[in-house]
Structures are given as structure tokens and as C-alpha cells.
């Protein structure tokens, strides 16, 4: 495999290989962005080592565990992964056969087959499946049957010593909701991170796809975009700036220009604001609460503590002033918003269940 590698900026890229994977009823289309190849910096070196070396990855570990943001590349990895393993699986010259399952649709179809009373092919589909991945574990957290099932599944296949490939946002132990049973089968394994393109990366990602939309865009006008663009962007977000620019570049029929990249800067940085009652709602739903109360004036300490949350997280993600916020959270004044975000962000520093908290309705209101 050849694996190119941009020496002023140190930044690798591979091709990405697919399997042909099982058709299933209602499996989901996997996508993936623009780019036949990966590209990866210094945030990614891990993930450019096992899967551009010589070496199947499952020498290191088996299960396989991929965790990261939402948009990082976590499920084309796994199926690149999947795909060299297939090839090393092969059986006169015929690659394995890779079987992939977003996490929710089998726990749809693990309570099916409960309801049915027909367990046993699903089982048979996941024991004897030649490498299996399974994408998005953490939205099974709220499914304790399916996670117990998936986890003796994966106890049975690392016995066997099957491939099996997972994806997270994070890992198990640090998800809500996922049981400690799944947690103890996912992670004796290998857990490769992965991180959305940040710096030279990203800057050279950009250019990759400036090429492949045909757009010959100088440099430093590349630069203007990169450093305009706010930090942490999916790689599908830096695709539909690059095609604003085109889109810009059509309308007008010009070649790139600043105003093309302020556009781009422009629409992409725009996003619909959350407002105060999906934050309110969010945080009531992670700690089973009603939304009423975080509103109410009770001084119950756990809800005094989950109104503090929503306070803090309504200052970082809305423009709306501290007045605002405390007129939504039952009319409180100026001052006491202000103390109740102040305590909540020095208890983060230390109180990791609060952090976790903050982390996941964050995650859940984010737009990509």
C-alpha cells in the first residue's frame, strides 16, 4: 500500500478500502466524504499507523474499539479496517465477508427476536459472521437487554478469535447508560482514538478538496478559509464550505475570491441557535427530572445542582444575556445566574459526573 506523505507539513494520507459488506434488511447506507484516502496529522498518528502498516491491526488487540467525535471518520476507519482484515482472511483469493450493525439496529432486532421468541438466528448471524462491526455503541445506552446480549456476542467471538470492530463517541466506561458487563468485553481489546483534523491536517484537507471539486483557489486565500472556519469542524463541514466557494464561484462565474471565502466563512459558521428550552429539556432528560422543576424555585441540591448545569451550558451555546437566561430559569436576577455558572464551571474542574453530564448534553444538542 502506498502511503503518501506531505514532508513540509507532516501530514499523511492512505486510501480508505471498502469491503463488500452483507446485504441486510434495513441496514443503514454507510456513507463516507468526498475523498478516496484519509488524511491524517499528529492528532490521527495512531490511526495512520494500523491502517497503512504492514501488520493486521487485530495482531494488537481484539476487539477493536474506535471512539471520537461525531464526523472524525470513525465508521470509514472501521470499515477500512474490516476490508484489509477480509483480505488477509481470504479463502481462495475470496475476502471474508464483513457484516456490519449499527448498534440500534440490532438492539430493533434483538427485541424483534425476543418478542418472537426466535433468538437463535440473530445469534447465529453474530457469532459466525467472519469479521463484524458494530457502529455507535453509544446509542444503545438506554437499551440494558440489547447491551447484555451484545456483550456475550463479543465474549463469544474474542474466544473464538473472530474480528469484531466497534465504534463509540467515547469510550464505554465513560457513557452513561452503558452497563459495565459491555464496558468489561469492548475494552480488553485495542481502542485506537480518532480526532477531527486540526492544524496542518486540516489545512491540507481542505486542499485535497479544493482539488477534487475542481477549484483553483490560491493559497493564502486557502489559509483565509482554514483560519476563518471555527475550531473542531467534521470533515463533511469543511466539504460544504469548499462547495460554497464553488457554488459562489459558479453564480458569479469568477474564480475564487475573498468574498467567495467570506461567503463560505459566512454560511457555514451559521448555525441555527439552540434555544433555552431544548438546553432546559436536555438537562431535565440526563437527570431524570421534569423541566418544570429546573425552572421552579426549589433549593433541592440535585436540582439546584442539574438548574446550575443548564444555566452554564445556556451561557456557552446561546447569545442570550445572563437576564435572559434568568428570566427562562423562573426569574432569577443577574447575580445569582452569574454565582450559579461560576460554581458549576470550577466544579467541573473536578467533579468528573458533572463533567460527563456537560459532555453528553453537549454532545446531544450540538449540530454535527
Request: net charge negative; with cysteine.
Amino acid at each position: 500500500m502506498n502511503v503518501l506523505v506531505d514532508e513540509t507539513i507532516d501530514v499523511n494520507s492512505f486510501p480508505l478500502e471498502r469491503p463488500a459488506v452483507r446485504a441486510r434488511r434495513r441496514d443503514a447506507r454507510i456513507t463516507s466524504g468526498s475523498l478516496p484516502y484519509f488524511i491524517a496529522g499528529e492528532e490521527n498518528r495512531l490511526v495512520a499507523f494500523v491502517s497503512g502498516g504492514e501488520a493486521s491491526v487485530f495482531e494488537f488487540g481484539n476487539p477493536i474499539l474506535l471512539i471520537g467525535p461525531s464526523g472524525a471518520g470513525k465508521t470509514v476507519i472501521a470499515m477500512h479496517l474490516a476490508a484489509r482484515q477480509a483480505i488477509d482472511e481470504s479463502v481462495d483469493g475470496k475476502p471474508a465477508q464483513v457484516v456490519h450493525f449499527p448498534a440500534i439496529d440490532f438492539a430493533r432486532q434483538y427485541a424483534e427476536a425476543v418478542a418472537a421468541d426466535d433468538l437463535p438466528p440473530l445469534r447465529a448471524e453474530i457469532n459466525e459472521a467472519p469479521i463484524l462491526v458494530i457502529d455507535d455503541l453509544h446509542l444503545i445506552a438506554d437499551k440494558p437487554a440489547a447491551q447484555d446480549e451484545l456483550a456475550m456476542r463479543i465474549e463469544s467471538r474474542t474466544l473464538a478469535g473472530m474480528a469484531t470492530i466497534l465504534t463509540c463517541r467515547r469510550l464505554p466506561s465513560e457513557i452513561r447508560g452503558l452497563r459495565p458487563l459491555l464496558a468489561s468485553r469492548v475494552l480488553p481489546g485495542l481502542t485506537i482514538p480518532i480526532s477531527l483534523p486540526t492544524g496542518p491536517s486540516r489545512l491540507q484537507l481542505l486542499r485535497e478538496l479544493a482539488l477534487h471539486f475542481g477549484l483553483e483557489i490560491e493559497s493564502d486565500l486557502l489559509e483565509v478559509l482554514h483560519d476563518g472556519l471555527e475550531d473542531n469542524l467534521p470533515a463533511r463541514a469543511l466539504e460544504a464550505a469548499l462547495k460554497q466557494v464553488s457554488l459562489w464561484c459558479r453564480m458569479h462565474e469568477s474564480p475564487p475570491t475573498m468574498e467567495a471565502v467570506q461567503s463560505a466563512i459566512n454560511r457555514i459558521g451559521t448555525t441555527e441557535e439552540v434555544s433555552l428550552s431544548s438546553i432546559t429539556n436536555s438537562v431535565a432528560r440526563y437527570f431524570r427530572m421534569k423541566a418544570a422543576d429546573l425552572r421552579s424555585s426549589s433549593r433541592k441540591q440535585n436540582l439546584v445542582r442539574a438548574r446550575s448545569l443548564a444555566m452554564l451550558l445556556a451561557r456557552q451555546m446561546t447569545g442570550k444575556s445572563m437576564h435572559q437566561i434568568g428570566d427562562h430559569f423562573g426569574g432569577r436576577d443577574h447575580t445569582t445566574v452569574l454565582h450559579a455558572i461560576r460554581k458549576t464551571q470550577s466544579l467541573l474542574e473536578n467533579d468528573s459526573d458533572l463533567r460527563r453530564a456537560a459532555d453528553e448534553v453537549t454532545e446531544k444538542l450540538s449540530p454535527v
